[in-house]
């Protein structure tokens, strides 16, 4: 089921995106005053600098400090605190207009002094523009939603029509490789190996922001996965390039990740590299690699901050990690990282939330069917009558009580699950019951 993946990703980013929110405090009430004052600072230096650059026209630093400054622009008026309290900007101060007055600078002083500096830079505002366009697709009107198929994952054939429109549409905005070619020549001219690692992020990121964008929104279309397509495009490439990256820079562990770095800030939504296995793992396991998933994440555990039971991806990780060994018949590799204590709030430590099913599921694969049974009981009152989890739940527990010979108990739990699921599996369980 592909649109798991999305679900989990978009959770994952809202964390990442919105928990800075909550740091700052409480609204003064002069933010308004704040900001529209610095943007007017702002433009009078770009004014001022525009008047030396009509004196030095061919001086490649005034140049730059002018793209600069439209960069300070841009930063202040999208990602800064104060930003929200502009209210709603004109024309001249969209994304695209600014990156693009900072990208036509740019290019002037590279053509002057094509400096590495210059090209990292014009670079990272191509790249914001490229992700400005796509993040105003309207993915909802564009793909024309249709309700989850219930029986099989199928594409209907005005969908996935409809998804390689988008997909047309993302491949062919000039942005994206025009900032990765400026990265790339940034990174061939730097002088140290920290400018290096510097710009073997910004591909890392590059790459992932465009397959997070894909995977979060195409969800059905199983040709932008494993299937060739007119682009040559893959999303696991695409993912792999952007971990082999993250790989040369220096922040392959680096818990900042999380946040935005000060030359990163564009991208502030997209995750540290323990966050890109796992999001590789599973689109692989949606589409039935298992085994291959099970690697990608065993992989990305050195990058796991194990040490911190209060951290929320851990726990994602290890109960991830505990449905993949079920699925590949590692049932006590299961149980061991479902096992991985988790801190909610003052309470004591006990499982991650969704660990007690893979664990349930590797004592029922094992023949210990009553601690499956006490397993499912835990995981149906954790998921408080979710009309999603609870009747796969019961219809796992209906399994265990039949192979139990409690055929009574089996068919209240089969009864339920057959309001809940249409599919064939409750009624021929139900009737090896009676």
Avoid at 14 to 19: K, P
Avoid at 253 to 268: A, K, Q
Avoid at 321 to 345: C, K, T
Wanted: one cysteine or more; proline letters at 6%.
């Amino acid at each position: 089921m592909a649109h798991k993946f999305g679900n989990i990703w978009r959770v994952i980013t809202a964390l990442v995106v919105f928990y800075p929110l909550f740091l700052y405090a409480q609204p003064r009430g002069d933010e308004p005053d704040t900001i529209r004052r610095i943007v007017k600072d702002i433009n009078l230096k770009i004014e001022e600098k525009t008047d030396e650059i009509a004196k030095q026209p061919k001086t490649a630093r005034l140049y730059g400090e002018r793209a600069t400054l439209y960069v300070e622009l841009y930063q202040k008026l999208y990602h800064s605190y104060y930003s929200y309290f502009y209210g709603e900007k004109p024309p001249e101060l969209s994304v695209s207009v600014i990156t693009s007055k900072a990208v036509a600078d740019f290019s002037k002083a590279i053509r002057i002094s094509p400096a590495p500096l210059y090209y990292g830079e014009r670079g990272e505002m191509y790249a914001v523009r490229w992700y400005d366009a796509i993040s105003k697709i309207n993915w909802y009107e564009e793909l024309q939603w249709i309700p989850d198929p219930e029986w099989e994952d199928i594409v209907p054939p005005e969908r996935e029509k409809n998804e390689l429109k988008i997909l047309d549409k993302i491949m062919r905005n000039p942005d994206f490789a025009a900032a990765r070619a400026d990265y790339e020549k940034a990174l061939a001219a730097a002088a140290n190996s920290k400018t290096r690692e510097k710009f073997h992020e910004k591909l890392a990121r590059l790459y992932l922001s465009r397959s997070s964008r894909i995977a979060g929104n195409l969800q059905y279309n199983k040709n932008l996965v494993v299937e060739p397509n007119i682009y040559g495009y893959s999303l696991f490439q695409e993912i792999d390039k952007g971990i082999a990256e993250f790989e040369k820079s220096n922040h392959t562990s680096d818990e900042n990740m999380l946040f935005p770095l000060p030359d990163t800030w564009f991208l502030e939504s997209l995750p540290p590299l323990r966050h890109a296995l796992y999001a590789k793992a599973n689109i692989l396991s949606e589409y039935g690699k298992n085994a291959l998933a099970l690697q990608t994440l065993n992989a990305a555990e050195k990058y796991v901050y194990k040490n911190k039971p209060d951290d929320y991806f851990t726990c994602h990780f290890y109960t991830f990690r505990s449905r993949l060994n079920v699925l590949n018949g590692n049932f006590d590799a299961a149980i061991a990282d479902a096992n991985l204590p988790h801190v909610y709030g003052n309470d004591a430590p006990r499982p991650c939330y969704g660990a007690y099913e893979p664990r349930g599921d590797a004592y029922f694969a094992k023949n210990d069917l009553r601690t499956a049974i006490a397993d499912y009981n835990l995981q149906i009152e954790e998921a408080n009558y979710s009309p999603v989890d609870v009747p796969r739940l019961r219809q796992k527990r209906a399994l265990a009580y039949l192979k139990l010979g409690e055929f009574k108990t089996a068919v209240t739990d089969l009864t339920y699950v057959m309001s809940y699921i249409y599919t064939p599996e409750p009624y021929l369980l139900r009737a090896q019951a009676f």
